[in-house]
């Protein structure tokens, strides 16, 4: 399983470090490359584990912030 650092934002616009685990098993067509937000299983933020809401949104439980993923 690949995990990578990156940034993400949250609601109050500040950046925080991150890790990200990618998905397995990812088939991606010729012309359509994944963004690195749809190709992640889910994050890890101060050791809680956040998966993706359907807007492509981390939603944490402990400190009740929203992250998203900065695009490199």
Request: hydrophobic share 40%; charged share 35%.
């Amino acid at each position: 399983m690949d995990i990578i650092d990156i940034k993400i934002k949250d609601q109050f616009d500040q950046i925080h470090d991150a890790k990200a685990q990618l998905k397995k098993n990812l088939v991606e067509h010729e012309n359509e490359s994944l963004k690195l937000s749809q190709r992640i299983e889910h994050i890890i933020v101060d050791n809680e584990v956040i998966l993706p809401t359907t807007e492509l949104l981390f939603e944490s439980e402990q400190n009740e912030k929203i992250y998203r993923v900065i695009e490199e």
